[in-house]
């Protein structure tokens, strides 16, 4: 493949959480002598680290990694002002290479790179604030009634269990007197870049039990000393998090200890099915079983960069 023909490519890996995509993310860069994109949505989080499953010190010295824990938890970052960094990123990085990697489990982020991000004006921060604390003091079902009021179209169309969801079109709704439905679907800057997406999944079963055998682990290596040194911070956004949550309930006196750590489980199971649904839509993403040969992969790849 002679890389001075080629046109500017980023190959996205994404499915459920668990499934194996930093390993192929990793073999791909490799092959193809690339960097990786990070587009975990916590990950960017230096203070996270066991409870987002970030690549080990191997994985992370094997190639170069980009929006790995560059970030701390008191910093207000959203999707928009990361859209804008790995477009940044991925220009100064395809003057080197003309093939990039992306990964990562979270789809409005997916998104916002390989497509663009519907614009929404500045809101007023305390409006986050005050819903967060809503949401803690009085349930979920307050703010999904709010919602329903003030945004009938965008209450039918999200997913209406995501506190992270169910807030900020909340938050949007308020700040502007405006539906959020209302500043949806408008034109998108065109990429410089052709897009290669390739999922990885698995049987239901099977992811179930990649889940909770990470959670498990993740338990060993000290996510419960991860968490209650982030415990007097859990109103912050970022900290609106599986695995975190649970553990906050915990500390409380709230959850026992074997509860919260099954409660961590069953949320993950439902995060990775709402991942499969919001990748699922994309009739582009070529679909792979998790423990098909990464040559089979590279071949199809190959393939599609020559035809572009």
Sequence with gaps: MNSTSLKNTLITIVGPTAIGKTALSIQLANHFHADIISCDSRQFYKEMSIGTAV????????VKHHFIQNR??????????FERDALQTLDQLFLKNPIQIMVGGSGLYVDAVLKGLDYFPEVDTKIRTELNLQLEKEGIKKLQEKLKKLDLETYNTITIDNPQRL???LEICIGTGIPYSTFKNKPKTPRNFNSIKIGLNADRDIIYSRINQRVDIMIENGLLEEANKLHQ?????????????????FFEGVFTKEFAISEIKKNTRRFAKRQLTWFKKDTETLWYDFQTEKNEIITKISDKINSF
């Design 55 to 62: 690549p080990n010190k191997e994985e992370l010295a094997a």
């Design 72 to 81: 701390s938890v008191f910093e207000d970052y959203n999707v928009g002002a």
């Design 167 to 169: 807030i900020r079109a």
């Design 233 to 249: 911070y859990k109103n912050l956004n970022s900290l609106q998090t599986v695995g975190y949550r649970e553990l906050f309930s």
